[in-house]
């Protein structure tokens, strides 16, 4: 049992005013001046350490320390830079590590305005930390400057914390006024109480009352200011720095703070914005912002593009260009949603070690359940009111996302709304959106590629851009012409003659979704822009079959995004123009005619006479060379292109990253003597990875045929027991893991390929899709896809065989020379004909490939 029967403030008047401290009390001081916060800390942590109590200073801020070390004081200093949950994870590990009944004095809470900009987040780290306090006995000093945070915050603090004071100095005198003391009472406790002599004298005559009140009055006169933010607060003082020139130290100065407290902490990218970004730019971007904080790494690599193409003076974007129409979800708002639905504790267990991915779920649950405050649902509706009834896309943009060396591609959802129907239903599917997103945050695919590049433990806050889809009303569906992604360095050169650096593109018809993920029963055109007639497929059988036949729409009667067939759309709409798009089928025509068969022209999507006839190839190659340019970085870039009558086709920029690549390597020579038995594969092109020379430790083959033969969910198991032996059997750091199957990875048509996930393939160095015609299971080599920079940035080589070419050959039959090791998981058994897991000894085997002679070989060392 504690020596002492109670906890004190070491001041034993103000103990008697206040009927003692309890353990659990968080003690909040309202001053005028930091200096009267530390004459009421001093003699509380010396009657502590007189006790033996067990106290600690929380030491963060700017301000001059309130304790000098000494014995019994534990001092730890936090680096509020590091952004609110980083922070507030801190303290609550520093808390439980202290354990029950310790004594703890902070700085100024409101020094953390500093480093957050906003009260919003002085709030809610105050109300996830005070009931944690509260609930192992401790007792705990906090203090804010009073008039200086809003209403809404004091009101928030005072409703959380145990008690709360004001405290004044007038004419030399002290004064106390306890505000709040939770669970006791006197009949004088709650009045203003003097110091006279060390005696804390309840003020109950007139005169003095009339005294102390009409100062209190002639402070609140300044507190107007109080309706404001410090995040408010800080624009208007930016306001009026806009006549100043953009050359002096003040208005870089501010420019370059608003960047930090807006845009991020990538600093490559902060150095981009604070070159490109003015403080009119600035500004315009924060009137586009619901709620406080970042806007994420998508909205700022979209902004900064488009900013740096107006800035190109050697061209006129702005008759080419569609304006963006643009709002961003502020990443203050996803903290506060998990703190004010009560999912911090959740939130701090997940950021455990062993709570990392077993607690995912669980708060992934009740991100999807969650509630926005009044005062957001408000912002929200207002932006669904100034769209009205235009398609919309909530994109994920957060902390991390798009930055240099961490691209996120497709790790967070985004999701497009067609947004008909009437305003509290289009509402409702908004807020909806949302939650889905921040719950994406929590995905097995997310958290592994976090962990696997060290950000398991780094501040990661989910912003949003909000965009007005770009395209045209094609009753009943809404559609961009053309949509895609291109990249400024093109490591996939299919030919000699391609040179990497003049870029690439993938395009579709239609909604960019097929251009960024991987279609399952389609094929997007991919054009190396310096000779983008040179396809990766040369007969015209190839052509016909590896180009688009499908493209993702937004059907406005039915509210929902759909497929739909490109031919069977053109027989009941042929006033889409698509003849810049399109090259008329004159074989299949033919035929139809031999069969007396009469039709409307049946199309091939080429896109060659938009390649050839407009200037659009030359308008792609001098974008991506303009921000590769400025990035001193290559750059991958998503795009729309739509056709009007009037003007010319109009590009819309719609996001732009750092390009993660491998580069085409050192030369390799590829053995020209090889003697046929020791050839395990061996093809020309159809590879991604640059050059390579690499020993193989282990093989896992999924046998096709075999494949083919399962039940839906029989292959649905099979993507589950890859991710499983990638679990436990393959690590990249120590060996060579070469994965061979059927089809397309990481499809969602499990008739298609194996349906893995990408968190199930992660450990894998080399990936080998293989072609089956007899169950049409295809590779698709996804340059460009989100798949496809998932492979560049975990540095996983590609290669396809189409075994029916003659350039391929694949003997397969030379696997069975080695054990199959499945049999370590005995409960996998049943699938020890489909799944095979090899161990080569001593680096028997090797692959090489070399990008110039677009030559690769794997083989068995002599």
Known sequence: MDRFPYPSTGLNQLDAMLTRLQYGDNVVWQVDDIEHYKQLVVPYVQRAIGEHRKMVYVRFAQHAPLLEPQPGLTIIELDADTGFEMFSTQVHNIIAEQGKGAFYVFDSLSDLLTSWATDLM????FMVTCPYLYELDTIAYFTLLRDYHTYQTIARIRGTTQLMLDVYYLEGALYIHPLKVWNRHSPTMFLPHRDEDGQLTPVTNSVDAARLFSYISDKARTRVRRKLDYWDRLFLRTEELLSEPPTSEKYREAAGKLCRLMLGRDERMLNLAEAHFSLRDLLDIKARLIGTGYIGGKAVGMLLARKILQEDTSFDWRGRLEKHDSFYIGSDIFHSYIVQNGLWKLRVEQKTPEGYFSKAEPLAQGLLKGKFPADIR????????YFGQSPIIIRSSSLLEDSFGNAFAGKY??????????????????????????????????????????????????????????????????????????????????NQSLDPQAGMLRMVAGLGTRAVDRSDDDYPRLMALDQPLLRPQSNPDDIRQFSQHS??????????????????????????????????????????KQLGMESQPLWIMTFDRLLTETDFVPLMRRLLESLERIYDYPVDIEFTLNFSEDVPPQLNLLQCRPLQTRGLGARIEIPGTLASERILFHTEGS???????????????????????????????????????????CNRKVDTTLLMGPGRWGTSTPSLGVPVRFSEISQMSILCEISYPGGNLMPELSYGSHFFQDLVEEKIFYVALFCE?????????????????????????????????????????MLMADVLTQKLVCFFKA
């Open 122 to 125: 002085v709030g809610n780290f």
């Open 378 to 385: 408000e912002q929200f509706q207002e932006m669904i009111e």
């Open 413 to 494: 959802e985004s999701l497009f709304l067609v947004n008909q129907g009437d305003p509290e239903d289009r509402y409702e599917r908004f807020e909806e959106a949302v939650r889905i997103i921040y719950a994406s945050t929590m995905s097995e695919d997310a958290l592994t590629y976090r962990k696997q590049r060290g950000l398991d433990q780094v501040d990661e806050q989910m912003a949003l851009l909000v965009q007005r889809v770009s395209g045209t009303h094609h009753a009943p569906y809404f559609f961009p012409d053309v949509a895609g992604v291109g990249v400024s360095y093109n490591t996939f050169v299919w």
């Open 551 to 592: 493209m993702d729409v937004l059907n406005v009667q039915e509210n929902k995004m759909e497929t739909i067939g490109i031919r069977q759309y053109l027989a009941r709409n042929p006033e889409w123009d698509i003849r810049l798009l399109a090259t008329e089928d004159e074989e299949a025509a033919k035929r139809m």
């Open 687 to 729: 590879f991604m990875g640059g050059s390579i020379s690499q020993p193989i430790d282990r093989i896992i083959f999924v046998e096709p045929s075999a494949y083919l033969q399962l039940s839906e969910q029989g292959k649905h198991d099979i993507a589950r027991l890859i991710g499983k032996i990638n679990r436990q059997f």
């Open 805 to 845: 070419k003659a350039n391929t050959v694949f003997h397969k039959e030379r696997l069975q020379n080695y054990e199959n090791l499945l049999w370590h998981l005995p409960e996998a058994q049943k699938y020890k004909d489909v799944v095979f897991v090899y161990d080569v000894p001593d680096h028997a085997l």
